[in-house]
């Protein structure tokens, strides 16, 4: 089955391209059949680029999905048209009564302030409070991990002495989790943050479990309540030329970058990257779609609690 997007939506004709199976709701309205409604709340700069980026790893499930965008009132976009925010986002006020089977919550470009001097932190607390009961199982990604697991659960961030920025192996913790159904022993996720969490303040919750670490990037993703929350550090949505784009937008502007771990070939940005996440990123959220979405939401949305 296809997702079902909004009409007009630029990432319909960039992912056809790419010979990905969408359909927009002008089609859909057609099928007799409930979808799944996911909602993702972008807080990334370049929000179609990240639009893209998620429809992407989302469009490998054989479910009908049902996508919608959510925003945050107490922030504007300053990278993305304002007329592209008005067509597909809404703000979460106008969503709050609503329930949906999935939802993703993405990273955002605000690692170095503490959570409180975040300048929508209050919406973020209230929209990670309705996510609770009013959402099946919602991913939680970067930046989304760290704030979810300190509001939720005490769990504090550490500033790193260097950007945590390449590809790094991980390991699945208990290879039996649904999540991890179909994965090798080891599997490989981009970073791209400059804080980190550590195992010992998540061994310290009983709530919490870590679920798969890197020896070199340390916690990847935890999960919560038996899978209605999970919280990934890392950005297994990203396509294969994000971190460079990162890597030389950095350069550009003068920043202190180093170049991102095990990406390129031979380590020479010239001769591009060594794609190796891919795989395993379809697998994961196809996985949680159909693990810890489909079979676990009721047919009947509104009994979401």
């Known amino acids: 089955m296809p997702l079902t997007l909004p009409d007009r939506l630029p990432a319909i004709d960039l992912l056809k391209q790419e010979n990905i199976f969408v359909m927009d709701t002008s089609r859909a309205t057609s099928q007799d059949i409930r979808p799944l409604k996911i909602v993702i709340l972008n807080l990334m700069p370049l929000k179609i680029t990240t639009e893209t980026d998620l429809i992407r790893v989302l469009s490998n499930s054989p479910l009908q999905l049902e996508v919608s965008f959510m925003k945050i009132k107490s922030h504007t976009s300053k990278n993305t ?6 067509a597909f986002y809404r703000d979460f006020e106008l969503m ?5 089977d ?16 975040v300048t929508y932190w209050d919406e973020m607390r209230d929209i990670i409070d309705w996510a609770h009961t009013h959402v099946t199982s919602t991913l939680y990604i970067c930046w989304a991990a760290q704030a979810g697991l300190y509001y939720r659960y005490g769990v504090p961030k550490y500033p790193l002495s260097s950007k945590m920025f390449g590809i790094f192996a991980q390991k699945p913790l208990d290879p039996q989790l649904p999540i991890f159904r179909g994965f090798d022993d080891v599997f490989f996720m981009p970073h791209s943050r400059h804080t980190e969490i550590h195992r010992a303040d998540i061994d310290a919750v009983p709530e919490l479990t870590t679920i798969a670490e890197s020896e070199e990037a340390g916690v990847s993703i935890v999960m919560a309540r ?15 030329m994000t971190l460079d784009t990162e890597y030389r937008r950095d350069l550009a502007k003068g920043l202190p970058i180093d170049m991102p771990q095990h990406y390129y070939r031979a380590d020479t940005p010239s001769l591009g990257p060594v794609v190796t ?10 996985n949680w779609l159909n693990y810890y979405v489909y079979q676990e939401t009721p047919y009947n949305i509104e009994s979401i609690h």
């Open 226 to 240: 038996g899978g209605r929350e999970f919280y990934i550090t890392g950005h297994l949505e990203y396509s294969p």
């Open 277 to 286: 996440w891919r795989a395993h990123a379809n697998l994961l959220f196809t």
């Open 102 to 117: 999935g939802m993703i919550i993405t990273g955002a470009p605000v690692e170095h302030l503490d959570f409180e001097e």
């Open 81 to 86: 048209p304002v007329e592209h925010m008005k």
């Open 96 to 100: 709050r009564n609503e329930k949906f």
